[in-house]
Each structure stands twice: as C-alpha cells, then as structure tokens.
C-alpha cells in the first residue's frame, strides 16, 4: 500500500515535479547572486536620510523598495516614462540603472504559472502537493523497510538505481519537504483560499496641507530604519494634501509631509507574516544560503525521477503473475513462497495450475505477506527457499516475525517444501525453521518437510505426487526451471595447483567480451548484470545439465577479466568439465550478484578467512584495496609447494600495502596445522581488531570454529 502510495503519484507526476524542481533551483541563483551583488552596509540608516539622498540625486522620484536581498531601487520619472534606479543602500547615491534579469523573469512566469495563466498555476500547486505525498510516502517507505527510524542511516544493499534513489532521497528529503509544502501553501494563497495580504489602512481624512518639510526631518520616515523599509510611495509632486505611503518589515500606514507625523497605521496581519515567511523560505529571498540549499535539494528530483521509474519498472519486469489468484481470505488452499532469485516462484506457478485444475481456490503469495488468519483455508504450502548462511530469502525475511501474529484455526495443515543447494553447509536451514515455526502454532503436517536439491524436477514431480496422494488429487507437477540468459565466456588462462597433495585446483581466468561490460547508464535504466566486483556470483552451466553450478568472483568486472578458482570434485559434473578445460575453449555463465558479501564501506580492518579455494572472492578484494585499509588475511592450504594459491599477487599486494598481514596454515608439512589453529593462537589481536571495528569475512569450508559464525560470516563451499 505505501509503496503504491509512493510511486503512483511518482510515475504520474514524476515529470511535471522534475520540471517544476529545474525550474526552482534556477530561480535559487537569483537570491544568491543579489546577495553579492549587493553592497553589505553597516550604516545605520533611516527611511528619511534615504528617501532625502534618493530625492537629491534623482528627480520624480515615486517610490523606494527595498527588497529583501538588501537592494533598494528607487522608480522615478525619467522622462519617457517611469525608470528604476539601483541606490547604494549606505549612501542613497545612485549606482546605475537597474532593470530586472530577463532570465530570471522567463524562470519565475515558467515556474508559477507555466505561462498558462490560472491553469498553469493550479498545475503548479498540484505538483507541490505530488513532490510532498512523494517526500513523506518516500520517507514512510525506507523507514519500514530499514526496520524504524533508528536505522534511517544505515547502508543501503541493491542496484544502482535503488542506492542512488534511497542516498539522494535521505539528504534532499528536508530540503523537498520545505519546497513542497511552502510551495503549496503559496499556491493556496493565489487562488485566495488562505489570506496572504494585510488589511489596507483608510486614506487619511485630513491632513495638514501646509508646506512640505524637508524629507529628512519627517519624524515617521526618522523613526524607520532602512532594514525595516519595504516599501516608501512618495506624494504626488505639487499636492500638499497627498500623503507619504510607508510600508514596513510591522505594517502600513502615511506620513504627512508637511508635519512627518505617522497617520491610520494597521498592523501586519497574521496571515501576511506567516505568508512573507514562507515566501522567503521557498525563494530564498532574505535567506540566500537556505535557497541556495533548497536549490541543490530539488537538483536531486529530476535524478530521484529517473532512478524511481527504473526501479518500477525492473520490479515490473520481475513481478511474477500468477494467473487465478483467488483472494486470501477466500482461498482454501494458500501457497507462501520465500524466494531471492524468483526460481522458487516458477515452481510455485505450477502447483499453483495444478491446484486449481483440481477445482480448488487457490492463493498464491509471498511469505512475507503471511496474514493474521486464513479464515476459509484447509491447506497453506510454503514453498521456501535459503540463502546467505541458512537464512532467510527477500521475500520471506519478515514471516518469522509475522507468525507472532499468525492465528491459524483448527482445520488449517500445512506442508513445507525447501529449495536449496546441498553444497551449502546450512542445506534447507530457512525452511527447516520455518516448518519448526508453523507446527509451534499447533497445526498439523500434511506431510513431513521436503527439499528440492538445486531446483530438481524430479524431487518436486515426487513431492507433488506425495503431497497428491494426501489431498486425494492426482498432482502431476511439471516444472522445467529457467535462468537468466547466459553469454559464452573464452577461457584465456589457466594455472594449476594441488595435483601432489590430492586437491586438484584450477585458478581459470576468462576473457570478458568488451560488449558485455554494461555502462553505467545501462545500470541504471535497465539494471544488466554483467557487470560486478570481487565476491558476486558466476553461475555456469556445465554441458548437458540445465541447472548451473556458483563460484565466488577474485576479479571485478572492470578487470576484463572473469576469474573463478575451482577444486576438482569426485564425480563432480561441473568442476570436472572446468578441469579439462584448456584455452580457447568455451563455458556458458551469467552472473549473479552477492551484496550480502561485500566489505563495509569505510576505511576499517578487516579480517579475512579462507581456506582452499575459498581464497578466490578474498584475493578479490585485496587486489582492490587501492585506499590501502587493513586488510589481515588467514588462508589454509595444504602443502605450499603445491597448493599455495595466489602466492606472487599475495607476496605484492603485501609490498605494496594493500595486504596489511598474511598468515597461513599448511595441513601436509611438518608442524602445519589449519586455519582454525593459526585464529586460535591470534585470538587476543583479532579480538582487539573486532572491538575496533573490523568485520570478518569467511569463505570456504565449513568446519569453523562455532565462535566465529557469530561474527557476520559469510561461507562459500568450495
Ligand atoms: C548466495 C547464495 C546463497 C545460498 N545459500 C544457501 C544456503 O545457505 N542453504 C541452501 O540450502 N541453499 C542455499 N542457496 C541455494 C538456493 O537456496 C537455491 O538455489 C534456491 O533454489 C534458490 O531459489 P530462488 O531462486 O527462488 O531464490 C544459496 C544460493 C545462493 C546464490
């Protein structure tokens, strides 16, 4: 709903607000512009010395204004018609003649009106009120998802788009808000439904008549000092009976120029105040550095309209449709799917059609969006998969904390069915616990949990059949996964180690085609993936098996390069094709990013951890540490005659300091030991280096220490 809320007035709004906010931060020049322009006085002068210096130097002077920049103009006579003066405001000399800035004139009408009169202006409120529905939908939007407002700061994961649009949202947020809801404000006065103006004071009825005194000796204009001037009309030359119109900072009133006595004074109204209030805080006039300020926020708008629409429209594109979505609370059966990579929702779509071919209602959703109750379900099929070190997927991270709430009746059974990889240490973890969580609420099991191993047809076909044989429905469960398209990778490199102490293991190094590193641009509209750092995915498809095998990158894409370590495996369909793959030869991959396993942001230490192969996403970001922070790195190996892997770029990355320290284990010498040892016996400085800060990062096997998975680690099979 609040997402709805946000990026529907986005998406219809979106180019108007950009334009309105161009337009706006041009105009918050001018304010900075007049502040230099105009001469800083720290002479305390009156309205009368002023008015008396104007009226020597310039002849048929009709009125003074003193703009809240600090410039005053004086418009006079000047022959042909009324022409305007820029006066110095310290001595009341004339500095030049003044005529307001083209540009700036073209920018105001364009920004308030859009040369369309009325319409233009009403379309002018409707974008205000747009870019405030965005800036409080925006603002509600990140703090829901970041967890409260007590973690508004906190880094942000995902694409480019999404970055840029939460970073640049959190520092023009204020800035927005204040343009948006002054500008509004402003609008409601143009169209008289707020009152912005002052009651005008009555002509005086009579006055003195006599002869006119000296401007510089009337008291009332004495009285007022320059910064309190807004405004001074003069009398009609040669009417004793006109009068001096006096506005001030306090109200308006008339001087009588024989007397200078100060006549029928009203006080500014409220309105006017908070009006003249707001009006310098939406143009910065008075108040340069906070227009200028506003300015730079409503730059970020037309960016902030541009990255939104890439991010619906890539939430478009992968929104999974699932066709004869019955209604939750109608539904009798519900299926809940967890899933990171949308994979596990193709296999959801087809229980989802067979189900309903079977005559039921079904409801399909994300096990985030598990409700309080499904008042008319007899069945909920949770389809879930695992990811990080046996955690949650995206759209399941918030149903362990949504079962709290979950009131399930009696007649309600469940069964789980867990997607994941069994090279990983943690197999099925997330829906282990979450069957653990539904059968706490006292319901039954359908039937006991099953795991579908790397996406395998055939364990879901056989989970359909069984899950079938209980309902009384004959579910033939058909279902042939797909992965994003792959490109064709030359292999340019090899180097071989381990073949002496049984760990064959290849470092294979392939050629990125030139084409295929995306643009930035093409990030940021179209979110293409081939293009990633040191500890993201490959996913490579080993001939005659349509499911891909992962290995952590040691290269960034602006390497050229791919480069993947890979230990041979007995029997393993993937590694062993790698293996005997010679130069020139050709793998089919994609890529898949891994943002949960990236260095902080910042300049602290880091302690990483890897054994074998596990090496590979480390040497990764070692050779990418260019700001030379303190990077420790513990690596297990076997024999460092055969299985020292990255020996050389180790050796110069410590030269050179992008390696702060290196400490190795080797298994097969005289008096080697394991990673694990070497920890063990460092424990007193990296327990000093993770109480000042450091983040450890592991990869490779799966026999750490239990007190090490406590500290944000991160494994990666070899
Ligand atoms: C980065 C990453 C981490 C993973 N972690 C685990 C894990 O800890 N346990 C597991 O059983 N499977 C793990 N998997 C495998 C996925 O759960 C499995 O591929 C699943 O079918 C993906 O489903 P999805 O595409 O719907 O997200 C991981 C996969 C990736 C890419």
Known sequence: MLRRLHSAPGLVAGLIVAFMAITGSVLSVQPVMDHFAVRSTTVAMNVAALANAVSTHLTGVERIVHAASGAVTAYYDGGKGVAAALIDPATGAVLGDYSPSPIFVFFTELHRSLFLGMNGRFA??????????????????????????????????????????????????????????????????????????????????????????????????????????????????????????????????????????????????????????????????????????????????????????????????????????????????????????????????????????????????????LATAYPAARHLLVLAATYGDGSAPTSANRFLSRMARFKPHPNLSFAVLGFGDRSFSHYCRFAQVSAAALAEKGMDQILPMATVDRQSPQAFAQWGQDLGGKLGNALALEHVPTFPPTISLSLASRTDFGMEVQAPTVVMRFTLPKREISHWWEHLAFGKTMSFQPGDLVGILPPGSPVPRFYSLASASGDGELEICVRKQTGGLCSEFLHNLQPGERIQAFVKANPDFRPRKGISPIVLIGAGTGIAPLVGFVRHNDRHRPLHLYFGGRDPASDFLYAPILGEAIADNRLAGLVTAFSRIVGGGYVQDRIREDGAAIRDLVSSGAQIMVCGGDKWPRALSKASIWRWPP
């Open 124 to 369: 002018s409120g409707m974008s205000a009120l747009a870019l405030a529905v965005l800036a409080v939908g925006g603002m509600l939007l990140l703090v829901k998802r970041l967890g409260g407002w007590r973690k508004i700061f906190v880094t942000v994961k995902g694409t480019i788009s999404q970055r840029l649009h939460v970073e640049l949202a959190r520092i023009a947020i204020v800035g927005l808000l204040v343009s948006s809801l002054t500008g509004g404000y402003m609008s409601l006065t143009s169209f008289g439904v707020i009152a912005s103006t002052s009651p005008v004071g009555q002509f005086p009825a009579s006055v003195d008549g006599g002869t006119p005194a000296l401007i510089s000796s009337l008291s009332a204009l004495q009285a007022v000092p320059l910064a309190d001037l807004r405004e001074l009309v003069f009398p009609y030359a040669g009417d004793p009976t006109d009068v001096f119109t006096l506005t001030t900072a306090s109200g308006q009133g008339y001087v009588d120029q024989a007397t200078g006595a100060l006549l029928n004074f009203t006080p500014k109204s409220v309105g006017q105040s908070i009006y003249e209030t707001l009006y310098m805080l939406h143009t910065g006039q008075g108040l340069w550095w906070f227009g200028a300020l506003l300015g730079l926020a409503a730059l970020c708008v037309p960016v902030l309209a541009v990255t939104g629409t890439s991010i619906w429209w890539l939430r478009r594109r992968n929104q999974i449709k699932v066709a004869n979505n019955a209604g939750a609370r109608h539904a009798d059966t519900v299926i809940l799917v967890g899933s990171e990579g949308n994979s596990t929702w193709g296999f959801a779509q087809v229980l989802h059609r067979a189900l309903v071919n079977q005559g039921h209602q079904v409801h399909t959703g994300a096990m985030n969006d």
